[in-house]
């Protein structure tokens, strides 16, 4: 009986041994799909869900030191930086690095030790840096977003959801420093110890050089930016941006095992059923005899065939006359709205 019960604890010391390291997330799993152009949900499953989101965090690091640095400042690097916690670029203490290359660091090799030098300069210390990674999650409209450091270590508190991380991509590509970093394939450091870094996300690679990698699936569109992370808690996760013939999606996933496969399954998926439509052209539209209102861009929105047939257009106008937006519904769900230009008619 003895050798019995030592045979059943071995054998289940062995299963945990050989589990794969996502087995050891907890919260579940979620995943989203977002046009890169309006936000809007094109595919997901809990994608509200409040989860880790390990380094993703990274992400919005960069663009708020972004929004509030010079890339040219210089960065002293403290010995609370150089021992962070985690991946690293392996700062040392007392040496001087710019904003940007801590910036290439950290989105390339999700460098932490980067992550606290930037908070420290930014911020003034990680705790104020965090402080505004919060205050412009809030201006965003991250509603399940709260940040507790500027690395993605895990907090218990330190809670996104897929939804929101797709969306901090989105907005983040709209600064073109962010992008231009973001979509980094190689770039060589000139740190103390700096080399030639390699961007860890493999998508991106395969995109800038065609080819795919390793035993990847084929696929049709270009990832073009994005970030990867992960932790024992978080598991896996993986924010991709795509392109395609003008249209742009975002994938995120959170604690998925498979998920460079995954994200270009998701995004051929996007490919396959949704086409770039030009709901509303450029140009002036007379209401009544007495106004009109102009729309600059023409717009463009990735709809599905069913969406294609129930999409429909609304028009609010302030009771002055003055002000007017431009809603583009499908059925009953509002998802576009513009400002447009109120006119007179006969101009």
């Known amino acids: 009986m003895r050798w019995f019960m030592r045979f059943i604890v071995l054998a289940c010391f062995c299963v945990i041994i050989l589990l794969p390291s996502t087995a050891l997330a907890r919260g579940g799993s979620s995943y989203v799909v977002l046009d890169g152009d309006t936000g809007r949900v094109l595919l997901g499953e809990n994608s509200d869900s409040q989860l880790p989101i390990a380094s993703l965090t990274k992400i919005w690091t960069a663009l708020v030191a972004i929004e509030n640095s010079d890339l040219q400042d210089l960065v002293v690097i403290s010995p609370k930086a ?58 965003a409209g991250l509603n399940n977003t709260v ?81 990867t992370g992960f932790t024992k808690i978080a598991g896996r996760t993986l924010a991709t941006a795509f392109q395609k013939e003008g249209q742009t ?60 047939k129930q999409v429909r257009q609304v028009l609010h106008i302030s009771r002055k006359k003055k002000e007017a937006i431009l809603s583009i519904f499908i059925g009953d769900e509002r998802i576009y709205a513009v400002p447009v230009i109120v006119e007179t008619a006969n101009r």
């Open 82 to 139: 150089a021992m962070a916690e985690g991946s690293s670029i392996y700062l040392q203490a007392g040496e001087t690095v710019t904003v940007e290359t801590l910036l290439y660091g950290l989105m390339l090799r999700s460098g932490n030790d980067a992550a606290t030098a930037l908070a420290e300069h930014v911020g003034g210390s990680v705790e104020g840096f965090v402080k505004l990674m919060n205050e412009r999650a809030v201006i």
């Open 249 to 308: 999606c975002i994938v995120v996933t959170l604690n998925a095992s498979d998920d460079w496969n995954v994200h270009r399954g998701l995004a051929n998926r996007i490919w396959e059923n949704y086409d770039l439509e030009t709901v509303v052209k450029a140009g002036k539209y007379t209401v009544d005899k007495k106004f009109a209102i102009r729309v600059k861009e023409p717009i463009l929105l990735q709809l599905d065939e069913k969406e294609q």
């Open 147 to 227: 940040f507790m450091n500027p690395s993605g270590l895990h907090d218990d508190q330190h809670l996104s959801s897929a939804r929101d991380t797709a969306e901090m991509l989105r907005i983040a590509l709209q600064n073109p420093s962010f992008k231009k970093i973001a979509s980094t394939v190689l770039y060589r450091a000139n740190t103390t110890n700096g080399i030639l870094w390699e961007n860890k996300h493999r998508l991106l690679r395969e995109g800038a050089s065609k080819q795919p990698v390793s035993s990847l699936k084929s696929a049709t569109g270009t990832a073009f930016a994005g970030k």
